[in-house]
């Protein structure tokens, strides 16, 4: 994901995130909607405000949001998040399908499978 927008959902997200830990995001800009989605209705489940984000990241076409403390609430935002990430294009954000190319899978609109050479997953 584009640093700024990185840095963005750090800001203000900020509690989430330990200072100490160097953070990443290891998927591209077009899930920052449903990530930031995600994050702000953690944010108002997170009573106790000690939900931390421990890493966000894009594997086998899925976003996977991994965190601690987690409650019951906050493990049904993830899991949402997680299946409607399936429907968006990881590079772009518009609609998008399930994709393969060799052993990679990613999450593509018709635009970006055709751009890199995917082909919709069966």
Do not use: H, P
Not at 47 to 68: A, D, H, P, S, V
Request: proline share 0%; with cysteine.
């Amino acid at each position: 994901m584009d640093k700024e927008l990185e840095d963005s959902l750090v800001k203000k997200y900020n509690y989430m995130f330990d200072e100490k830990e160097t953070f990443s995001f290891s998927c591209d800009d077009g899930w920052y909607d449903l990530i930031d989605i995600a994050l702000l209705k953690i944010k108002k489940a997170d009573t106790t405000k000690e939900f931390r984000i421990l890493q966000i990241k894009e594997k086998y076409g899925m976003l996977c949001l991994y965190g601690n403390r987690e409650n019951k609430k906050i493990q049904d935002i993830v899991s949402k998040a997680e299946d409607v990430s399936l429907k968006i294009c990881e590079i772009c954000g518009k609609d998008a399908c399930l994709c393969v190319k060799g052993m990679w899978y990613k999450t593509l609109c018709q635009t970006c499978r055709e751009k890199y050479g995917y082909k919709i997953a069966s």
